[in-house]
């Protein structure tokens, strides 16, 4: 046999080993599916051509040729137990408090992570190679799935890289996406068959079934959210776990977030929440997870649960309607939200007739048309979204809907965010947008402004009584009541109201003004570390990007806002109008002790000894703050291989730069 067959075969599998990590672990393709469907084929050619050759690993070994006769038990090396789980944010603060008080003194990570509604399962490696799959079961037995587990997508056979561990046990959840579940009930549809009600059925049964071609079928998924029996393992925390599986090949969970407080992980849940339309796969709450491994040893579990983790669950109702229209609103920065019209459907106890499809990306996506048939879900206190189209119940063919290039209000040409998925209009004067301010400004996380109703911002915008925020503080009695449904009484109690907006404070007010990125934590955050408007205005980019929980994005669209025309010409006017602009400053921190007492420093590229949080948690240990971005208030950047950006502009700024054998002589160790 020629060596250089086999030769050619390795080289294929690695080359589409590599493509399978780009597509579903990095999200990141570098070929199309046709010219992956090509690499394969040679292999599988080659493969048929020399038998000898085929091992149990080759990308061609995912679709078994023959069904098992019955699904064996696998013992789990390690329990897979339960996860406790709470509706209430108030239980999930009582959780927070209760791990502090079992870690006293100590600084906790918080991680927060998508909970994926799918089929539990655990992956054992062994030497880089799969093992088995296993079901969860009742925790501690669970059903032998090797054969449907090698069909899922994006589970390699064979871990990537020259120092796998002997032993990796992955444990994950199994999910089949919606775009997949629209497509499975087409070809359901088409066969005569009955469809599919939801995504995690699916995914349930399939993994079970005794024929594995089956699963191979049905394009069924794995994200990768931790481990159970492992050697070898580098990683001492999880957000290490997570980089240290990816660089494995495995597929982690996406959309993972770790934060230095408990309060500050509570917070982002409430964020993420809102961002569920634009998931192609169901979750049914959030995680939040203990960051390091020996505080979770040290936490144990109880004979139930683990005591470092909770799931954050919210209640989600669904059912089917028909979109009668699909219209476009504008928003107050501009932005143009597309909105189904729904046949009116009850969920929750409330009637829904309404439905934001947030952005044209999206309404592309699902291919969302009038006339369609679509799944709506409520979850939470967050406003209806539709999860998918029900295809198969296109009777005829429907007209795509086309996204106006005219703003609907003003008529002024649209324009799409660079790098975004936000048509936005860029007039700040049309009128949607000025009365969608003007609303905001109002509301109650604002300034607060009993009285001031949306039929009434309607009357004041369209009547040009007010154009900007200022003009509210300058209303009279006598305009007021000249107004359709307003008397003297109402008229007074309004500007009562708008009265006592001057005092709510900079947090209120930098929340009220509409900014890009800036919501009421973000306003707190900025107002308590700032103290007010004026010393908030004089911090550069740089400055503001490092103040805890802030970062270069929010950083520059603060900036940009209080250094544009509209922005200081706003903040100039409330100012002469009396509105207040400052707000206690957060009390500060007893000075830090340690030989990095009041330094801050920038970690960057990779190092040998130390793990990213690892190290960052040492510098805090040691007095010093770490962060993100590389100013001229940097003391230091300890730099390992691969330092990008970041060294450049240490070593332009004139920052000392630091190896990691420095930094251990600077500190001690």
């Known amino acids: 046999m020629p060596s250089d067959v086999a030769s050619e075969i390795e080289q294929l599998r690695e080359e589409i080993r590599h493509h399978d990590r780009k597509y579903y672990v990095e999200a990141a393709p570098e070929i199309s599916d046709l010219e992956y469907d090509r690499l394969l084929e040679r292999l599988k050619k080659l493969e048929a051509a020399h038998p000898d050759l085929v091992t149990p690993d080759s990308p061609t070994q995912r679709v078994g040729d023959q069904p098992v006769a019955e699904l064996a038990q696998i013992q789990h090396r390690l329990p897979m137990l339960s996860i406790d789980n709470t509706y209430s944010v108030d239980d999930l603060r009582q959780f927070g408090a209760r791990v502090a008080k079992l870690l006293p003194g100590e600084a906790i990570e918080w991680v927060v992570e998508l909970k994926i509604d799918g089929v539990a399962v655990s992956l054992l490696y062994e030497d880089g190679r799969l093992s088995y799959g296993a079901t969860r079961g009742n925790g501690v037995v669970g059903d032998n799935i090797t054969h449907n587990i090698r069909t899922v997508l994006g589970v390699p056979l064979r871990l990537s890289g020259k120092r796998v561990p002997p032993a990796l046990e992955a444990r994950g959840e199994v999910y089949m996406t919606n775009a997949d579940l629209v497509r499975l009930n087409e070809e359901q549809n088409r066969k005569g068959e009955k469809p599919f009600a939801n995504s995690r059925n699916v995914a349930a049964g399939t993994v079970r079934m005794l024929d594995p071609r089956i699963c191979a079928q049905r394009r069924l998924r794995l994200f990768c959210h931790g481990v159970g029996f492992a050697e070898g393992l580098r990683a001492k925390t999880h957000m290490e776990f997570l980089d240290e599986i990816r660089g494995y090949g495995?597929?982690?969970?996406p959309m993972v977030e770790c934060f230095d407080s408990f309060d500050a992980a509570v917070t982002h849940c409430e964020e993420l929440i809102e961002?569920?339309?634009?998931?192609?796969?169901?979750?049914?709450?959030?995680?939040?997870?203990?960051?390091?491994?020996?505080?979770?040893?040290r936490l144990g579990s109880t004979s139930k649960s683990p005591r470092w983790l909770i799931a954050y669950k919210f209640e989600k109702y669904e059912g089917s309607t028909t979109v009668n229209d699909i219209r476009v609103q504008v928003g107050k920065t501009g932005a143009i939200t597309p909105v189904a019209d729904l046949a009116p459907i009850e969920l929750a106890g409330t009637v829904v007739s309404r439905a934001s499809l947030h952005n044209a990306d999206e309404v592309e996506r699902k291919d969302v048309r009038i006339g369609d048939v679509v799944v709506v879900e409520k979850a939470g206190k967050i406003i209806p979204h539709v999860v998918r189209v029900e295809k198969h119940l296109r009777e005829k063919p429907l007209r795509k809907f086309r996204f106006p290039t005219r703003c609907p209000e003003c008529g002024t040409a649209v324009v799409k965010d660079e790098e975004g998925v936000y048509i936005r209009c860029p007039n700040p004067a049309c009128p949607a947008q000025v009365k969608e301010r003007i609303r905001y400004f109002a509301s109650r996380n604002a300034m607060d402004i009993e009285g001031l109703g949306d039929k009434l911002v309607d009357q004041l915008v369209n009547d040009g009584l007010v154009t900007s925020y200022g003009d509210l503080y300058r209303l009279s009695l006598d305009q007021l009541a000249d107004l359709e449904r307003m008397g003297k009484k109402s008229s007074e109690n309004l500007l009562a109201g708008i009265k006592a907006s001057r005092e709510r404070g900079l947090a209120r007010l930098l929340n009220a003004l509409a900014i890009r990125h800036v919501g009421a934590r973000v306003a707190t955050v900025l107002a308590e570390h700032f103290g007010s408007m004026e010393a908030l205005v004089e911090a550069g980019e740089e400055e503001l990007s490092e103040v805890n929980e802030i970062g270069p994005i929010i950083a520059a669209s603060v900036h940009q806002f209080l250094?544009?025309?509209?922005?200081?010409?706003?903040?100039?006017?409330?100012?002469?109008l009396g509105i207040k602009m400052t707000a206690p400053k957060a009390k500060a921190k007893a000075a830090a002790t340690g030989p990095l007492a009041g330094k801050t420093l920038v970690v960057t590229g990779t190092l040998e000894k130390y793990g990213r949080e690892q190290i960052e948690e040492l510098i805090a240990q040691l007095g010093g703050r770490a962060t993100s971005s590389v100013s001229k208030n940097t003391d230091y950047v300890v730099a390992g291989e691969k330092a990008g950006s970041k060294l450049d502009k240490a070593q332009k700024l004139g920052v000392k730069v630091l190896s990691e054998k420095e930094f251990d002589k600077l500190v001690g160790r």
């Open 563 to 576: 250094h544009s025309k509209p922005g200081r010409s706003t903040i100039e006017e409330l100012a002469e």
């Open 250 to 253: 495995l597929p982690a969970t």
């Open 275 to 297: 961002r569920l339309h634009e998931l192609d796969f169901e979750i049914d709450g959030l995680v939040l997870k203990v960051n390091r491994f020996d505080q979770r040893e």
